[in-house]
């Protein structure tokens, strides 16, 4: 059985691309050498993945920023604001990507969105009535080349006209359906060039067929590929599509003239079904994603071959491929110098990935595949899995009930004796946690963790730094203070480390957006939580001063979120491990004298499933009560705060306010507020401190500006609901800049309370 990898990390296995990047935008490196040491990475890529004997490599996965803009500039989807910059090409690339502020101009970056289900973000193509979609780059034909004079042929990856369309956005009048001419020429203008180059496969990634698909996107996919598919010659073309199965579009999908089909048998639920009830073409390859691309565990051969077994009875030809491409794993475990072997020994990253396709093809050519050798020693390793069990932790998620999901009294009744117990000024003020992570905050913490510095030493550090913190907020005058997570490198790491269940890696990165990367901790066993956490910050922060100072904690959906989740046990009792982990630091919170708790929920959305119809089943009946069980066992008066990154939960609404959280706090400041309007018609109850100002940015907001939001929260919103605050923690702004932006806030707060 052939192998096929649908694409290749790319930043390095060092984040190499990250370092180079950032080196040209600083001026250090020029555009030959930034190019040269893309092409390094490259022949790397397709050398490891030769080596390895993979059958089927791709080409133009390789991106110096992201696939989506590449396709965007590849197909002159280049909006004019860029054009008339008068840019070089690679700084007209990276303008739209990161925005450009200089001598030719001052433009904004076009938006970036997470890829479907992922943590990778992509950058929005924007189309405008005068955009002519037409082929004008040569990007996937010279790496192409460049990969045939490296000695493999590829099969070069595009993404598809149909995702593309779906992803853009569209800045006049025309809508998709005005570009299918053009993009279907472009598209056939692809194919003839790959023709002529010597490409034998061409892949066609349309991860947008695993959505809900309506009746127009189904007619428009169906529309692009009869023509595109029509005048494709004799290159073979596959359509690849991953993150879910294609329920809405498979028999279209079989009856069109692809020469390969690729389905994703990890997340997409119901592919094997489609394949059962309505079979596979005889004249098609089944490109099976059976190496899961996004989670770092090995796999299971056994369940593996029982699943190709099963494909077998259906389709004559398989190619044993990745479930989506390596992009969303690490690189190698042998850069994993700290992981113990027992560890190492469940775990695939990329290169690892790439063994098992070769390991799993060698087992299925074997008769008596049960005996081989790998199949065996791979079988033992699971069932031999030692991975810190705790029987407690097991038992209580068993035995919790209806009841430790519900906090007492109701929402309403809480509210009122809140309000009598703290009386609280209106329009009260409050930040989201965080302040500023400057130089010596993260030196303190190195040192201490290479050990050159003492426990004592570190903790004495963190506490003057709290000192300051409570002092300036003090002064400035706000009304719940915070102690400014100065002990904090990442609000997931941090609770990870303090926890048992977890491990780190030390290299093991994973692209986010452009060239930025995340380190996401590994779930490996039972999570609990054997000592307090957070507790001697927050008291020592709160003996510091009489007024309030609010508990912060990272909530269970957020640490699943952003780790590499087990894949033994479901979500859902990971989820509740780590909700009652985090509710025992909540009650210790509370024992001490802490009255306002904030457990923040800044990745809840990032997990939605992409079908609204398992929006509930495989996701929200289990996260939101994950958040309430959190808090369900505190005082009516203690006060529950959580907060959000973003502003984009309309459509969950009714689902955060079931969340019976207090107060919610939450960016609003650059989504034009529109929010506050769904949650009027929606009489949302629970109190809001949407954003006031946007913390992304350096610039200082002035008291009107910051008063002309209040006041239209105002107009929408009852006084009795409304909090103040910044729309994210402080941690990588400048102490300057935060001070002046929160004396303002505050003053500006004083102004509307006077006009009242
Ligand atoms: N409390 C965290 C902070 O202030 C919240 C971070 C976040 O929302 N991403 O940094
Ligand atoms: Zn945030």
Redesign the pocket.
């Known amino acids: 059985m052939k192998t096929a990898v649908i694409g290749y990390p790319r930043i390095g296995a060092l984040r190499e691309l990250k370092f180079a990047t950032e080196q040209y935008f600083k001026g250090d490196l020029t555009e030959v050498e930034l190019q040269k040491s893309a092409a390094q990475l490259r022949k790397r890529h397709w050398d490891k993945q030769l080596n390895k004997g993979i059958d089927f490599i791709s080409s133009n996965d390789f991106s110096l920023y992201d696939n989506v803009l590449d396709t965007a500039v590849l197909l002159n989807a280049i909006p004019k604001k860029y054009q008339q910059l008068k840019l070089t090409p690679i700084d007209q690339y990276f303008a739209m990507a990161r925005g450009y502020q200089g001598e030719q101009g001052d433009v904004k970056a076009l938006a970036m969105k997470k890829w479907f289900n992922t943590n990778y973000h992509y950058i929005v193509p924007e189309i405008e009535d005068e955009t002519r979609l037409s082929l004008v780059g040569n990007k996937p034909f010279e790496e192409f080349e460049e990969a045939k004079n490296n000695g493999v042929i590829t099969k070069p990856v595009i993404i598809g006209a149909f995702t593309f369309l779906k992803l853009a956005k569209y800045t006049g009048q025309k809508q998709a359906n005005d570009f299918i001419e053009d993009i279907v020429t472009a598209y056939v203008n692809i194919i003839e060039t790959f023709e002529k180059l010597g490409a034998e496969w061409i892949q066609f990634d349309e991860p947008s067929l695993v959505m809900d698909l309506t009746k127009e996107d189904q007619t428009l996919f169906k529309q692009l590929y009869t023509e595109i598919l029509e005048r494709k010659g004799s290159i073979k073309v596959l359509l690849q599509t991953y993150f879910g199965d294609i329920r809405d579009i498979y028999q279209t999908a079989i009856d069109l003239p692809f020469d390969g089909l690729g389905l994703d048998f990890v997340e997409g639920r119901k592919n094997l079904t489609l394949i059962n009830e309505f079979g596979f073409p005889n004249d098609k390859i089944l490109f099976a994603g059976v190496i899961n691309g996004k989670n770092i565990w090995r796999n299971r051969y056994d369940q593996t071959v029982l699943l190709i077994n099963q494909l077998k009875v259906k389709s004559p030809s398989i190619v044993l491929n990745t479930s989506c491409s390596l992009l969303h794993v690490p690189y190698t475990l042998d850069n994993e110098h700290k992981l113990a072997d027992t560890e190492k020994q469940h775990l695939a990253f990329a290169e690892e990935k790439l063994t098992e396709l070769i390991e799993l093809s060698d087992i299925l050519k074997e008769e008596n595949y049960q005996d081989n050798l790998e199949f065996k020693t791979r079988k033992f390793i699971f069932d031999n899995r030692d991975h810190f069990e705790n029987l407690v932790v097991q038992d209580r998620v068993k035995s919790l009930t209806e009841q430790d999901f519900q906090r007492q009294p109701a929402f309403s009744e809480r509210e009122r004796l809140q309000r009598e117990k703290f009386n609280l000024p209106s329009l009260p003020t409050t930040t ?1 946690g965080s302040f500023p992570q400057t130089l010596d905050v993260k030196e303190n913490r190195a040192r201490f963790k290479k050990g050159e510095i003492s426990l004592e030493h570190y903790t004495a550090f963190n506490k003057q730094k709290i000192a300051e913190c409570i002092a300036l907020q003090e002064d400035i005058g706000l009304d719940i203070l915070v102690h400014g997570e100065f002990e904090r490198n990442d609000m997931v790491e941090y609770f990870g480390e303090h926890l048992e269940g977890f491990i780190f890696t030390q290299n093991a990165w994973v692209q986010s957006y452009g060239t930025r990367c995340v380190k996401p901790p590994i779930i490996w066993g039972d999570v609990s939580r054997t000592s307090p956490i957070t507790v001697e910050y927050s008291v020592y922060a709160q003996s510091l001063t009489n007024k309030p100072v609010k508990g912060m904690l990272t909530g269970p959906i957020t640490i699943l979120n952003w780790s590499f989740p087990r894949e033994d046990i479901s979500l859902k009792d990971c989820v509740l491990q780590i909700a009652l982990a985090i509710r025992e630091e909540v009650l210790d919170l509370e024992k001490e004298g802490i009255r306002h708790i904030q457990v923040d929920e ?1 990745a809840l959305r990032e997990k939605l499933p992409l079908r609204k119809s398992d929006w509930y089943s495989e996701y929200l009946d289990w996260a939101i009560p994950a958040f309430r069980l959190v808090h369900s066992g505190v005082r009516p008066e203690t006060q529950i705060h959580t ?3 973003y502003s984009e939960f309309s459509d969950i609404i009714e689902d955060i306010d079931q969340m019976d959280a207090d107060v919610i706090t939450f ?1 609003a400041s650059r989504s034009d507020l529109s929010i506050v309007d769904v949650l009027r018609e929606n009489q949302f109850k629970t109190q809001v401190g949407p954003g006031v100002y946007d913390i992304h940015s350096p610039r200082i907001p002035s008291v009107p500006e910051i008063k002309a939001v209040i006041t239209h929260i105002l107009e929408k919103m009852p006084l009795e609901k409304v909090w103040v605050n910044p729309d ?2 402080l941690k990588t702004r400048g102490n300057k800049e935060v001070a002046e932006s929160l004396r303002n806030m505050v003053e500006a707060v004083n102004e509307v309370k006077r006009e009242l």
């Open positions: 989201i800044a907060h959000m990154c960016e994210c923690g």
